[in-house]
């Protein structure tokens, strides 16, 4: 299927300023705390981000950065949403705990409905990515394989487990983007051969990254199904999106790899656009069925019209 069958979304985010951004610590392959890090670069190229998903259209919140929490940064990590409601996140690493309450309080007040407490460890969008029909769950390195069952019976959407097998591609969204309805990029050796065929099963159109935009991270993107945001590095993934009919942009985010993130760490999707907010309030059942036939019709009002 090709970008314009899948029209762009207006999409509304989360992001996190690098004000206390730095590498202090070592809980990834891409951390050297014995490396400087340059915390105005790495504010200048986020805010050139911030800029990009502006100029598309689309809607960025900020949430206040914490002193002392210097992967705040990464705002994928904080929980998981779907329907506007949220499964905040459970770190599995001390330095990162904090962050969930800044993040909860924030998701709340923005009157998100949040659900119970997570059982196990999980981070939020960094491993699990919604498809639009189903949702894509990581494991391997940080979020526990026993929250994926919590997260299909909290949200009631499908959850394909894939296990990731290389530590340089730690988060599920290191090694695989959702590029719209169905349609994905990914690298496939960052997956067990079960997880391998899973995906070739589920995606037999799908844009395979190699390694060396795997290694730019060119996976960490962020689509509203036609323009797709990535590190500028990844000039063959670049090329593939284009042939495919999306609009890559190519964005400078070299400083923010230095702790192992890039465009989609830093953004939390909140997924809620189309949910009027008077449903938020109440988080029964019947409204989520509201909800859903409510997007089923306007997505397909959508494939119909001309973009
Ligand atoms: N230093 C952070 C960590 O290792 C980077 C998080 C990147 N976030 C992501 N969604 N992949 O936890």
Known sequence: MRHNDVPMQTKRYLMCPPTYFDVTYRINPWMNPSKPVDTALATA???????????????????????????MVFAAN??????GRFLIAKYRYSQRTAEAPAYRDWLVADGLVQVEQPEYINEGQGDYLYDGQRMLA?????????????????FGCPVVSLTLVDPRFYHLDTALAVLG?????????????????????LYPGAIHAGLADALAFGLNALSDGYNVVLPQTATGLIQLLRERGYNPI??????????????KCCTL????????????????STARLDIELSQMSTHSLELESPR
């Open 250 to 263: 190519g964005v400078d985010t070299s400083e923010l790899l230095k702790a192992g993130g890039a465009v």
């Open 138 to 154: 990581g494991t391997g390195f940080r979020t526990d394989r026993l929250s994926h069952g919590q997260v299909q019976e909290i």
């Open 181 to 201: 309805a169905g349609q994905v990029m990914y690298f496939p050796a960052a997956f067990s051969p079960g997880s391998q065929l899973v995906l070739r099963r």
């Open 78 to 83: 904080g929980a998981t949403v779907l329907d």
């Open 45 to 71: 190229q986020w805010e050139r981000l911030t800029e990009v998903y502006r100029d598309l259209g689309h809607v960025v919140e900020l949430i206040e950065p914490v002193e002392g929490l210097p992967d």
């Open 269 to 284: 999707e909140l997924l809620d656009d189309r949910v009027p907010s008077s449903d938020l309030a109440r988080p029964s």
